[in-house]
């Protein structure tokens, strides 16, 4: 009798319900973390010391000008409603205009984003093939040299301030080697050659097939890639320590080797299998804190990417800009944090 | 009698920070085609004694023996490549938990095929069929559908079935159980070991029953060892316990309630500090 | 004599007195954090640069403001100049010495306030339970969603550029993870029957919460502001290279390393010895952090 009451055949008396009520769940969370975040980034644009007002007319326009903008901005209702009309905007793509650029900030976000997500992505890549592999080593060595590097690996990336590690590495590898190329997305003479696409380098100039392009895109990228990979690969292999320590520890892996399973089986075959969705979620997250990463790593390599945007408008005192960066970074990580939950839900059989 | 394993003087040993511990100081036993128990209360090396026989004590600990025969094995020469052999393929075990000894992520049908193809060369048709008739084997009802269930899926008696016919579809001739039925429902313990003890007995292999219960091992069992503080006390025929000498035994055995002979009071066991320091009692045949 | 009394008082089986319990868990605590060798290397780093904070008048061997355009740029070793100079002919060993106090002064700052608020939004909402609980852990939620440093940037936007400001930016960034600590302790706490006894004496929450609740979250956040320290100093540079933390010519390490960028290839000490201070200094909150780990909660722990 008990066999059948926890099989899947048991719980198809009520099968939409539960199903809607989670899903129900997971997006009331998310437009009410969503809402939250534009209601942080709105008050922090109401308590800048700069005058919204001025900064779009200047300082020499007359009072009746001034009380104008002042109305077409909205200022003279309630905060609340205030808050309103940011939301309806931001829903619709609008986050104003930069006062640095002219343009909208939506339009020089989806310009410059691409850069920071080829960035990213690459520098997450890199932590993930080396990071995992690293990671299982070390658990089932554990104790031994591969487990001492990979700690030292982590502490040191954990220590490391990144800007620093930028700027030392393009003394040795650019400066000093000249294995890489400097600073820039691309050489001066490549530029434009390449139609853009993606908006991602490498993948465009593969598209074209322009391979003189591709190189030199890629000897720009390698070096930052590489740093933001050796960060993530510092989180990725101590996550994946630990995450394997325990499977290798359960009495399953004792099930395993005693059927005569060689070791590599074991390990991968059942306890890597079992740890495979949380490492999703670490990655995942791995990546969204690589897309703020590289706000420095940006500055260090004149990375024409989103972190760039965001800190050269904040000198400029572009608040708009600012404002709008942070919104779609806080978004993405919001979807990402989503992303690997519902994964949890779909691909652990556990959960379902 | 044919002997299946034979073990001399088996010490299993933990360094520790202080000095180092000894689990099992020093057994010798051997097993035929028998249902050979094992009994002692936790921590008296029962379950250490089962795993040191397949090899599979953890870093740091450490086996040593004088003798350890499998079959023409030494298992004391095997390499880890031949220990995977004979893993399985002659001697096998099934653990406590099935909720903890099964893999979570993978199908019952793949763990069991998986057990299977370890160790012969068959299509993975062939390897299904034979897994599909072993589930059928340890009396599990829609062996088809529970081949694609979780282990999550399925209850715990019915775990510990799956968990047998695991390990006895590469036709070992030893199966080690280790307190096979002790996380279980006291309703369908008594149901898995009947089916345990039935295949056992139809293959004609050796089991080495591990169990802190006696009396369930008495009922099973044609031999039991007796083990406190990593030593054998004393062996017994299952069917002359009473004749059994050890203060121990007798301890073990009087405390637990009998209908036929009601007690106002039930004995705590009294231990002796000399037991520890007696000379294990050779359980060779 | 009396040292070997001490002693073995401390490494007593059956302690006499609750102090004698308490005395001695800390020691047996401190002798397991004494054989981490890393661990005592890190303490000895961030002894060293406590002292090398207090005694920074001392230590310095000149001025750290003092410009000398006679002699910019000199490499380390001239002229008695241990670190060389930078761009404006500033000592730099003297500006990493007297820069030891901003960044001894910030992580103070932000290992204070961040587990305050956390401390208060956390047993609040765990005490209080209910709507209040939800609502204020929603609250935590979207601060957990934001990335870090962008927020913290815009924190430092909106309020201005400074030291200040840029402690309080850290502490808003930095507070959520303590408050969920916070709330999980006091749940666990609440419904014990030393609070109930209390409430029959007739203490209100506000009493409860903060005479016997705090306290007893105190050593878990303790421990994981230990572990943050890194991360604290790490942001702290971050943004005082991104020019909004401290300003010039406040020796801050991590704007020294954005005053010697520009240097970067022909005279790189200028950039790299401000960045190993950094390197060194978070190594060493790294390692402490993990020793005291170890010390404090085993499960957690490598080995």
Redesign the interface.
């Known amino acids: 009798m008990a066999d059948l009451s926890q099989t899947p055949g048991g719980q198809r008396r009520l099968p939409v319900p539960r199903w809607l009520k989670k899903t129900a769940g997971t997006v009331l969370t998310v437009a009410?973390?969503l809402l939250?975040?534009l209601f942080?980034?709105f008050m922090?644009?109401r308590?800048?010391?700069i005058d919204p007002v001025l900064a779009v007319i200047g300082e020499r326009a007359t009072q009746a000008q001034y009380n104008e903008v002042f109305r077409e901005l909205g200022l003279d209702k309630p905060l609340i409603a205030q808050f309103a009309i940011y939301v309806n905007d931001v829903l619709h793509g609008d986050f104003g205009t930069s006062i640095r650029t002219g343009q909208q900030v939506s339009e020089d976000i989806a310009r410059v984003f691409p850069a920071t997500l080829e960035l990213a992505t690459l520098g997450t890549l890199i932590g993930v093939f080396i990071g995992v592999p690293l990671g299982v080593l070390a658990a089932v060595f554990r104790?031994r040299w591969i487990d001492q590097l990979a700690?030292l690996v982590g502490?040191?990336g954990?220590?490391?301030?990144?800007?620093?590690?930028g700027?030392?590495g393009?003394?040795i590898f650019?400066?000093i080697l000249g294995w890489v190329a400097g600073p820039g997305r691309l050489g001066v003479f490549y530029q434009g050659l390449v139609p853009t696409r993606t908006g991602l380098l490498l993948v465009d100039s593969l598209i074209a097939g322009d391979w003189t392009v591709f190189k030199d895109a890629f000897s720009h990228i390698i070096l930052p890639a590489s740093l933001l990979g050796y960060f993530s690969l510092a989180y990725i292999s101590r996550m994946t320590r630990s995450f394997m320590l325990e499977q290798l520890n359960s009495e399953y892996i004792t099930t395993a080797r005693v059927k005569g399973l060689s070791e590599w089986t074991v390990i991968w075959r059942h306890a890597f299998r079992n740890i495979r969705i949380q490492l999703i979620t670490v990655i995942a997250l791995a990546y969204?804190?690589l897309?703020?990463?590289s706000?420095?790593t940006e500055?260090?390599f004149a990375w024409p990417g989103i972190g760039q945007y965001?800190?050269t408008s904040?000198?400029a005192?572009d608040?708009n800009s600012?404002?709008g960066?942070?919104v779609v970074?806080?978004t993405i990580?919001?979807a990402l944090?989503i992303f690997s939950d519902l994964l949890y839900r779909f691909f652990d059989p556990r959960a379902k | 009698m044919t002997s299946l394993l034979d073990v001399e003087n088996l010490r299993v040993t933990f360094p520790t920070r202080s000095g180092s511990f000894e689990a099992v100081r020093g057994i010798s036993f051997s097993l035929g085609r028998e249902r050979l128990g094992i009994v002692g209360e936790s921590g008296s090396g029962k379950s250490m004694t089962g795993r040191a026989i397949l090899k599979l004590i953890r870093k740091p600990g450490i086996v040593t023996a004088d003798r350890m025969q499998m079959g023409g094995t030494d298992l004391l020469t095997a390499s880890e490549r031949e220990m995977r052999r004979i893993r399985g393929r002659h001697a096998s075990m099934i653990m406590q938990d099935p909720k903890f000894s099964l893999n979570p992520v993978m199908t019952v049908g793949s763990q069991i095929t998986e057990a299977l193809l370890t160790h012969e060369k068959l299509s993975r048709a062939e390897a299904r069929k034979r897994a599909v008739a072993m589930l059928d084997a340890v009396a599990i009802r829609d062996p088809e559908r529970v081949m694609s269930l979780y282990p999550h899926e399925v209850s715990g008696g019915m775990g510990q079935r799956i968990m047998i016919a695991m390990m006895l579809i590469p036709n070992p001739e030893i199966l080690i159980a280790d307190e096979p039925t002790s996380a279980l429902d006291v309703s369908v313990q008594l149901q898995v070991l009947e089916i345990m003890d039935k295949l056992v007995t139809d293959r004609g292999m050796g089991l080495i029953f591990i169990s802190h219960d006696l009396n369930l091992v008495s009922n099973f069992c044609d031999r039991i060892l007796i083990m406190y503080a990593g030593r054998i006390v004393e062996v017994c025929q299952a069917g002359k316990l009473h004749e059994a000498k050890h203060p121990y035994t007798i301890g073990l055995l009087n405390s637990v309630p009998d209908l036929e002979h009601p007690r106002p009071r039930l004995d705590a066991l009294q231990r002796d500090p000399a037991w520890r320091e007696a000379p294990s009692v050779s359980a060779l045949t | 004599m009396s040292d070997t009394s001490l002693r073995a008082w401390l490494l007593a089986d059956a302690p006499a007195s609750r102090a004698q319990a308490r005395a001695a868990a800390w020691y047996a605590g401190w002798l397991k954090l004494r054989g981490n060798t890393l661990a005592m290397a890190g303490l000895v780093v961030l002894v060293l640069l406590i002292l090398a904070a207090l005694l920074a008048p001392l230590l310095a061997t000149q001025d750290p403001f003092v410009q000398d355009l006679g002699a910019r740029l000199k490499p380390p070793g001239w002229e008695g100049h241990i670190f060389g100079t930078d761009s404006l002919g500033r000592d730099i060993w003297s500006r990493i010495v007297y820069g030891a106090r901003i960044s001894l002064y910030i992580v103070a700052l932000v290992a204070l306030v961040a587990p305050l608020l956390g401390l208060i939004i956390g047993t609040v909402a765990g005490y209080m339970g209910g709507i209040i609980d939800v609502a204020l852990m929603?609250?935590t939620?979207?601060?957990l969603?934001?990335?870090?440093?962008?927020?913290a940037?815009?924190?430092?936007?909106?309020?201005?550029a400074g030291i200040e400001n840029a402690v309080l930016a850290i502490s808003l960034t930095a507070w959520p993870p303590y408050a969920r600590i916070a709330r999980a302790e006091t749940l666990t706490i609440r419904n014990s029957d030393f609070i109930h006894a209390i409430k029959l004496q007739g203490a209100g929450p506000l009493r409860i919460i903060t005479r016997h609740v705090w306290p007893l979250c105190i050593s878990s956040l303790v421990i994981r502001v230990t572990l943050d320290m890194?991360?604290i100093i790490?942001t702290a540079?971050?943004l005082g290279?991104?020019?909004?933390g401290a300003q010039p010519p406040s020796p801050e390490w991590?704007a020294m390393?954005?005053e010697g960028?520009k240097y970067?290839?022909d005279y790189?000490w200028v950039?790299?010895i401000p960045?190993?201070a950094?390197?060194t200094i978070?190594?060493a909150?790294?390692?402490l952090g993990?020793g005291l780990r170890d010390v404090l909660d085993p499960k957690e722990a490598?080995?």
Request: hydrophobic content about 60%.
């Open positions: 009410v973390t939250g975040l942080v980034t922090i644009g308590v800048m010391p104790g700690r502490l040191v954990y220590s490391m301030p990144i800007f620093w590690l700027l030392v393009l003394l650019y400066g969204a804190n897309l703020e990463g706000v420095l500055i260090i965001i800190t904040l000198l005192n608040m600012v404002l960066g942070t970074i806080g990580f919001v944090n | 929603r609250f939620d979207i601060f969603a934001f990335p870090r440093l962008i927020l940037l815009a924190f430092v936007a909106a309020l201005g890194a991360g790490l540079a971050g290279f991104l020019g909004l991590g390393v954005s960028r970067i290839l790189w950039a790299t960045g190993l950094i390197f978070s190594l909150f790294n390692l993990d490598g080995q």
